[in-house]
Structure formats: structure tokens, C-alpha cells
């Protein structure tokens, strides 16, 4: 029986992960180490600081929330209040939810209560229940207009044009060369 060794190729972005065991979420790099994973079977009460991206798998009760993204999976439950940038919920939500990006709510997700986003993606079967509001992007002070000049402002005529315009079509004659 022969082993075979096994190389660890370079080229190909991710292999560390996979050679190592340690398999992470699609799109996440090492480098993003503020994320905390709730997992399933799991209760977690209280206040949560300095975190980037919240995954909850399992129960989560918490006051005041602000990160860049929380995921809610399938069998995750989350009450209270969270301000984050992204959100895509796909188990159960209940309480203040304000997204200022993108907020998808997957065909398994529920959510209840005040929710405030930027832009809006819901899947068939999604259930939401409760005030939404669109935020507004903030007004910004009266910008002056500027106008550019018009292309034909600054063109040359460079083809010969007659003064007199005749029915029959007639080849256009080329003045100058340009630009060698």
C-alpha cells in the first residue's frame, strides 16, 4: 500500500484553511478576528462590545447592539436592539433593528418589531411583521451646479461643408490629418 503525500499548493487562495482543518465562512479572511459565533444551544444575555460580526446559531438577548454585519441562521434567535451596517437574517429576529446597508431576510427568516434600513432584499416566504422605515441619506448642503462645456464647443470642423444644401448625398472631404 502506497501513501500519498499530499502538497500544499500556493496557488490557490484559501489553502491554509482547508490543509489546516479550520474552515471558515465564504468570503471571511483570517484577518477579521472580532467575530463572535453564538453557536447552537447556546444563551448569551447581556451587553456585547467590540465586535465586527455577530453569528448567532443560537439564543441571544442583548441591549444596544452596534456592529458590521450580524447573521441570523435557521435556528438562531436574537431580541433587543442592534445597529449594524449589513444583516441577513434568516432565523428569528424581535426587537429594534436598524441596518444602514443592506438587510436580507432569507425565506426561513422572521422579524418583529422597528426596523429601519437602507436597502431591502426578501425572500418568498419571509415574514415581517412590525413599523419599517427606509432611512434617507443624509441631505447634504446645496452643492453648486457645474457645467461643463459642451463637446462642440471646442470641435473644429474638420471636414469641408458647403453653404448650400442639396437633396443628393455627397461624399465628405477630409481637411487635415491628425495627430502623427
Not at 453569528?55 to 441571544?60: C, L, W
Not at 438562531?76 to 433593528?97: M, N, P
Not at 411583521?129 to 441631505?139: A, R, S
Request: glycine share 12%; net charge negative.
Amino acid at each position: 500500500m502506497s501513501v500519498e503525500k499530499k502538497t500544499i499548493r500556493s496557488d490557490i487562495p484559501g489553502h491554509n484553511t482547508f490543509m489546516n482543518g479550520s474552515i471558515s465562512y465564504a468570503g471571511s479572511t483570517q484577518e477579521e478576528g472580532r467575530r463572535l459565533i453564538v453557536g447552537r444551544d447556546i444563551s448569551l444575555n447581556g451587553d456585547i462590545g467590540c465586535c465586527d460580526h455577530l453569528v448567532v446559531e443560537g439564543t441571544v438577548n442583548a441591549q444596544g447592539f452596534s456592529a458590521r454585519r450580524i447573521d441570523i441562521l435557521e435556528a438562531g434567535f436574537y431580541a433587543g436592539s442592534a445597529h449594524v451596517q449589513d444583516a441577513v437574517i434568516a432565523g428569528r429576529f424581535e426587537g429594534k433593528l436598524t441596518v444602514t446597508g443592506r438587510l436580507t431576510v432569507k425565506s426561513t427568516g422572521r422579524l418583529y418589531g422597528e426596523i429601519e434600513y437602507g436597502t431591502v432584499e426578501c425572500e418568498a416566504g419571509a415574514r415581517i411583521e412590525g413599523q419599517m422605515n427606509v432611512m434617507t441619506p443624509p441631505v447634504a448642503a446645496e452643492q453648486p451646479v457645474l457645467t461643463a462645456p459642451l463637446v462642440n464647443d471646442n470641435v473644429e470642423n474638420l471636414f469641408e461643408s458647403s453653404d448650400e444644401e442639396s437633396t443628393e448625398e455627397r461624399p465628405r472631404v477630409f481637411r487635415r490629418a491628425v495627430g502623427y
